[in-house]
């Protein structure tokens, strides 16, 4: 998930809105890292509309076909597996997102924001020094990080 390269990014010194920035300019882009983790997640609002119980019953029927048609697949199981914890650790009326706080306690951090605004994440740039010129966070030099999106 892309909430876990975040939190070990931020755990490394690094602003999630500047990773996100980076990641949606590159091919690493979803609409996990464009929408949701900003929208949802970095502010904190954890309020899309779609239930956590509800995204546990829909990960159940695709582990089950999974497993018909690719019985050693590994990652969507991991996945239910993570589903199904916070959905027994939140309410039945939590979000869907609300996944990303199971992590947030294992990691022992949060994933925000500096004021909560989501537009804060689409306009954030680094100042990243290469000589005298300054760069956007997606122009940063080095790997991008791999980061799965669910």
Same mark, same amino acid.
């Given at each position: 998930?892309?909430?876990? +390269?975040?939190?070990?990014?931020?755990? &490394? +010194?690094? /602003?999630?809105?500047?990773?996100?920035?980076?990641?949606? %300019?590159?091919?690493?882009? #979803?609409?996990?890292?464009?929408?949701?983790?900003?929208?949802?997640? @970095?502010?904190?609002?954890? #309020?899309? %509309?779609?239930?956590?119980?509800? &995204?546990?019953?829909?990960?159940?029927?695709?582990? #089950? @076909?999974?497993? =018909?048609?690719?019985?050693?697949?590994?990652?969507?199981?991991?996945?239910?597996?993570?589903? /199904?914890?916070?959905? $027994?650790? /939140?309410? $039945?009326?939590?979000?869907?997102?609300?996944?990303?706080? !199971?992590?947030?306690?294992?990691?022992?951090?949060?994933?925000?924001?500096?004021? %909560?605004?989501?537009?804060?994440?689409?306009?954030? /740039?680094?100042?990243?020094? #290469?000589?005298? =010129? &300054?760069?956007? $966070?997606?122009? !940063?030099? +080095?790997?991008?990080?791999?980061? !799965?999106?669910?």
């Amino acid at each position: 998930m892309g909430a876990e +390269g975040l939190l070990a990014l931020q755990s &490394m +010194g690094v /602003e999630p809105a500047v990773a996100l920035e980076a990641i949606n %300019g590159s091919s690493g882009r #979803s609409l996990q890292t464009e929408q949701r983790l900003p929208q949802e997640v @970095l502010t904190g609002r954890f #309020s899309y %509309g779609f239930k956590l119980p509800l &995204m546990a019953k829909d990960c159940r029927i695709a582990e #089950s @076909l999974i497993r =018909e048609g690719f019985p050693k697949a590994s990652l969507l199981p991991a996945v239910v597996q993570l589903v /199904e914890r916070a959905t $027994a650790e /939140e309410s $039945a009326e939590a979000d869907y997102t609300r996944v990303v706080k !199971l992590l947030e306690r294992e990691a022992g951090q949060e994933l925000r924001t500096s004021n %909560g605004d989501a537009a804060a994440v689409v306009s954030t /740039e680094v100042p990243y020094k #290469s000589g005298h =010129e &300054m760069y956007p $966070a997606c122009t !940063l030099s +080095g790997p991008t990080p791999l980061i !799965l999106t669910i």
